[in-house]
């Protein structure tokens, strides 16, 4: 039961998207993570929380697709019962608006929206047609802005990057979203068969979005040309561009696995970039 719970709340998603919101604070100070550590902690626990509600409560609202397209996740293989997921995203939103209140209000004021556009989407994604991998990319992206009410930006050079970083990641995070659409037409056709599930089948679908994730991968690099990242940044996000090249090659079941990497490649370049050469 608790592995299954755990499951639920998608570790391998959560962690690594609060933890690019850490990235993201230590550009805004400069590097100086300390002087705001006490907020730092409090908007990563919180951030945290509010994402993993998310996915728990998309298990929950998915449960029939998944029985098709993820039949071993937790709540479909029958292993966690609606019931104790429902308990634990309670719990979990209620523990993100808490830590929130303890950050500032501007944070808690961010942190309850993006709550409550979560809770949105998992009941109506499968009823928004493309603009459902729209509202995707634009969650994804809020980590940007969301940022910037937990702390103000330092004079340091490496700021401008947080206004380029945020195409990227919406392109990406809007392909990656549209490859797994393709992937799971089979059980969203059977139990819906509404708007969405007619554009994943149309064969303009994949390729656009292979070339979306390709083109925003290009616009990573754009840190190092215009020089505000150095080279430990070039090439990370190099081999982001490789990766997205491989994944249009790729079946969407196995290419979104590289886009992950790419968008896990381009957060760790950033840190290490800011740890070898400071501010």
Same mark, same amino acid.
């Given at each position: ?89 309670v719990i979990l939103f209620a523990a993100a608006i808490v830590l929130a209140w303890h950050c500032t209000p501007m944070f ?18 499968? =009823? !928004?047609? *493309?603009?459902?991998?729209? #509202?995707? /990319?634009? $969650?994804?992206?809020? @980590? ?65 979005? =292979? !070339?979306? *994730?390709?083109?925003?991968? #290009?616009? /990573?690099? $754009?840190?190092?040309? @215009? ?53």
């Open positions: 039961m608790i592995k299954g719970l755990i499951r639920l709340m998608r570790l391998y998603y959560s962690l690594p998207l609060a933890g690019g919101f850490v990235v993201i604070l230590a550009y805004l100070t400069g590097g100086n993570l300390k002087s705001i550590s006490g907020k730092t902690m409090l908007s990563f626990g919180s951030l945290f929380c509010v994402i993993s509600a998310g996915y728990v409560l998309n298990d929950i609202c998915d449960i029939v697709v998944d029985r098709i397209n993820c039949p071993l996740r937790p709540l479909a293989h029958g292993k966690v019962n609606i019931k104790t997921a429902m308990v634990l995203a808690f004021a961010g942190i309850t929206m993006l709550a409550v556009m979560l809770v949105l989407y998992d009941f109506l994604s499968k =009823r !928004i047609g *493309i603009f459902k991998d729209i #509202l995707v /990319a634009f $969650l994804t992206t809020s @980590l940007y802005p969301l940022a910037f009410t937990v702390t103000g930006a330092s004079d340091s050079l490496r700021v401008n990057v947080l206004y380029i970083l945020p195409v990227w990641l919406f392109f990406t995070a809007m392909g990656y979203e549209m490859l797994k659409d393709v992937r799971d037409t089979i059980g969203d056709r059977v139990i819906d068969g509404r708007a969405l599930n007619n554009l994943s089948t149309k064969t303009w679908f994949l390729p656009a979005a =292979r !070339i979306i *994730i390709i083109t925003a991968s #290009l616009t /990573a690099t $754009l840190p190092f040309f @215009l020089g505000y990242c150095k080279w430990v940044y070039l090439l990370a996000s190099s081999v982001s561009v490789i990766l997205a090249i491989v994944a249009a090659f790729k079946k969407p079941a196995v290419a979104i696995r590289y886009v992950y990497a790419e968008i896990f490649l381009i957060t760790f370049g950033s840190i290490l970039d800011l740890v070898v050469f400071g501010p």
